[in-house]
C-alpha cells in the first residue's frame, strides 16, 4: 500500500514538445504529492507539489494534473528544453508523517534539440 | 534560500576506514534526514531527526551513525562499510508546521574500496 508506481522508465521528447509523466498510489491517506527533479551528479530540487484539494497546479512551464478518484497523478513539461533533461520522481507522503517520502522508480527524461 | 550544504562532496574510503559526512542548514528546519541513492534509483531514507532526537531508523546496519549536535547540523559517521554502501549520501530537511516539503543538498559520493 505504500507503492508509488511511475511510467514510463524513459522518455524521448524532441524540443518544444510536450513531456508526459505519470504515477499511481494506493495510500489513500497520502495527501502531498511532490515531483524532484535530479540532474546528473546533483540532490533531487523539489519542482512543483500538489495536494488532494486541487486538480490541477501549474507553474511556469510545469503542470500537476491530480486525479484522486482514480489515484493518479502526472507532470506534463510544456515546451520541453533540452536544458529539461534530467531524472524527475514523484513522491507521496502522508501530513500525519510528513517525514516519509514514498517516491516514484523515476524517469529519465531526454529532450533532443 | 533553500539551501542545504553537504560536504565532502567526495570520499573515498577503505573498509576499516572511519569517516563522517556533514550537513548543515540555517533555514530553521527542524526535520533532518539521511537518504542512501544508488544509481538509477529513487532515494531510500535511512534516518530522520525530529527537534535533534532520533525519531526513524530504517532498519539500517550499524556501520552507520548519525549524529545531531544541535538543530543546524547532522553528521553520518562511518566505519567498516562494505563496497555495496558506495552510493550517493543525501542530505535533507524540512520545513515544519503543515508544510512536507522536503529540501535535499547536493550529496556525499562515496565509493568504498
Redo the contacts between chains.
Keep these: 500500500q505504500q507503492q508509488v508506481k511511475q511510467s514510463p522508465q524513459s522518455l524521448i521528447v524532441q524540443k518544444g514538445g510536450i513531456s508526459i509523466i505519470n504515477c499511481a498510489y494506493e495510500n489513500t491517506a497520502f495527501d502531498?504529492f511532490?515531483w524532484?527533479q535530479q540532474f546528473p551528479?546533483?540532490?533531487?530540487?523539489?519542482l512543483i507539489?500538489i495536494r488532494p484539494d486541487v486538480s490541477e497546479k501549474k507553474e511556469g512551464r510545469f503542470t500537476i494534473s491530480f486525479n484522486k478518484s482514480a489515484k493518479q497523478f502526472s507532470l506534463h513539461i510544456m515546451d520541453s528544453q533540452p536544458g529539461d533533461s534530467a531524472?524527475y520522481?514523484c513522491a507521496a507522503?502522508k501530513?500525519s508523517s510528513?517525514?516519509?517520502?514514498t517516491?516514484?522508480?523515476?524517469t529519465?527524461l531526454a529532450v533532443r534539440p | 534560500d533553500?539551501e542545504?550544504t553537504?560536504t565532502p562532496k567526495h570520499l573515498v574510503m577503505g573498509m576499516t576506514n572511519k569517516k563522517s559526512l556533514k550537513c548543515e542548514q540555517h533555514m530553521g528546519h527542524r526535520?533532518m534526514?539521511w537518504y542512501k541513492q544508488k544509481a538509477?534509483?529513487?532515494?531510500e531514507?535511512m534516518f530522520?531527526y525530529?527537534y535533534e532526537k532520533l525519531?526513524?531508523n530504517e532498519s539500517v546496519p550499524s556501520r552507520f551513525s548519525p549524529e545531531c549536535p544541535n538543530s543546524s547540523l547532522l553528521n553520518l559517521h562511518l566505519h567498516a562499510l562494505q563496497p555495496e554502501d558506495s552510493a550517493?549520501y543525501?542530505c535533507?530537511s524540512?520545513t515544519g508546521g503543515?508544510g512536507?516539503?522536503?529540501?535535499?543538498?547536493?550529496?556525499s559520493?562515496l565509493t568504498v574500496v
Design positions: 502531498y511532490p524532484y551528479g546533483k540532490g533531487p530540487a523539489l507539489a531524472t520522481f507522503s501530513q510528513g517525514d516519509k517520502l517516491f516514484g522508480t523515476g529519465r | 533553500t542545504v553537504q526535520a534526514y538509477k534509483k529513487p532515494p531514507l530522520v525530529s525519531s526513524i550517493l543525501l535533507a524540512r503543515s512536507n516539503t522536503i529540501y535535499f543538498g547536493e550529496g559520493w
